[in-house]
């Protein structure tokens, strides 16, 4: 059983908008976070939420461009990310934490494979 599996990844124009999901199996995730990795660079944090989806973080790259949001119902966080820039081509991956403690933990129990977005000019 996969921990989290994100889907969502694609091609989209500069200007446009994505919107990616992160289902989690086999465990229940108290903090979950988006990270990001670019060719040539470490991965990079770009958005948190805790359980109660009451609190966010978001990197700076992420803020007024980018809303992480979850459904515990579903067990899944999202991550809808709106002007999209050619910076902001990665793979996307999530990750999760299990652990009940203070939001934010950003440190993580469970990653994802990763889901590739690209952005064109």
């Known amino acids: 059983q996969v921990p989290l599996v994100e889907s969502g990844g694609s091609e989209v124009q500069a200007g446009g908008s994505l919107k990616l999901s992160c289902v989690a199996s086999?465990?229940?995730?108290?903090?979950f976070a988006w990270f990001r990795r670019t060719p040539g660079k470490k991965r990079e944090f770009v958005a948190s939420?805790?359980?109660?989806?009451?609190?966010?973080l978001y990197a700076n790259i992420a803020k007024g461009r980018f809303t992480i949001s979850r459904d515990n119902a579903k067990s899944t966080v999202f991550l809808q990310m709106n002007d999209l820039k050619p910076e902001d081509t990665a793979v996307y991956i999530c990750?999760?934490?299990?652990?009940?403690?203070?939001?934010?933990?950003?440190?993580?129990?469970?990653w994802g494979q990763g889901a590739q977005v690209t952005v064109s000019s």
């Open positions: 990750a999760s934490q299990v652990s009940p403690r203070a939001f934010p933990q950003l440190e993580y129990d469970y």
């Open positions: 939420i805790s359980w109660s989806g009451r609190n966010t």
């Open positions: 086999g465990h229940s995730a108290s903090e």
